[in-house]
T-cell receptor
Framework: QQQVKQSPQSLIVQKGGISIINCAYENTAFDYFPWYQQFPGKGPALLIAIRPDVSEKKEGRFTISFNKSAKQFSLHIMDSQPGDSATYFCAARGDSGYSTLTFGKGTMLLVSP | DAGVIQSPRHEVTEMGQEVTLRCKPISGHDYLFWYRQTMMRGLELLIYFNNNVPIDDSGMPEDRFSAKMPNASFSTLKIQPSEPRDSAVYFC????????????FGPGTRLTVL
């Protein structure tokens, strides 16, 4: 059973464009939604996170939009740069124990120069 | 701080051999998580510890997998005997108990079982 569904699997965006990655969840007990960024050969690293009491959080070129009623959240990367090329994982906390994260399957983003 | 340290970074072994992966957490972090990453299944949580005590090992795929945390500075994930389907990247991640939800991942161990 996939608790967090992420789409698309892969994405190609032109430099300067907007990258959008979507996630949907099923469990209403989830209360923390981070996005992790992973470069080849490295471990994932926290990029940005949101809690369900706000609908949007922005940090630089990265924005999370959160729709509690639809149980969906998305990552927007404005002015995408080749250096943003990486795999992005959405995640949610609160399912099996308050300490663990359930991850989406990841989106491989390629920003072409 | 050096971050989470994992060794080895790459491991190639033959089916049936024992494999031991090692993790040194960030000093002071109370939680330690072992994940497995594959293209098909993404990032899967295998087991996690709190203050060196295993809390949930429901993600461990089979009895061939075992994990220990003998002290706050060291954890191992052992596969015995290894099988080709165990080939994956294994990550260790750690977290403070309070004040943050952020998990810090190590660089991973790429395991290939021939």
């Amino acid at each position: 059973q996939q608790q967090v569904k992420q789409s698309p699997q892969s994405l190609i965006v032109q430099k300067g464009g907007i990258s959008i990655i979507n996630c949907a969840y099923e469990n209403t007990a989830f209360d923390y939604f981070p996005w992790y960024q992973q470069f080849p050969g490295k471990g994932p690293a926290l990029l940005i996170a949101i809690r369900p009491d706000v609908s949007e959080k922005k940090e630089g070129r990265f924005t999370i939009s959160f729709n509690k009623s639809a149980k969906q959240f998305s990552l927007h990367i404005m002015d995408s740069q080749p250096g943003d090329s990486a795999t992005y994982f959405c995640a949610a906390r609160g399912d099996s124990g308050y300490s663990t994260l359930t991850f989406g399957k990841g989106t491989m983003l390629l920003v072409s120069p | 701080d050096a971050g989470v340290i994992q060794s080895p970074r790459h491991e190639v072994t033959e089916m049936g051999q024992e494999v031991t992966l090692r993790c040194k957490p960030i000093s002071g972090h109370d939680y330690l998580f072992w994940y497995r990453q594959t293209m098909m299944r993404g990032l899967e949580l295998l087991i996690y510890f709190n203050n060196n005590v295993p809390i949930d090992d429901s993600g461990m795929p089979e009895d061939r997998f075992s994990a220990k945390m003998p002290n706050a500075s060291f954890s191992t994930l052992k596969i015995q005997p290894s099988e080709p389907r165990d080939s994956a990247v294994y990550f260790c991640a750690t977290r403070l108990a309070v004040g943050t939800d952020t998990q810090y991942f190590g660089p991973g161990t790429r395991l290939t079982v021939l």
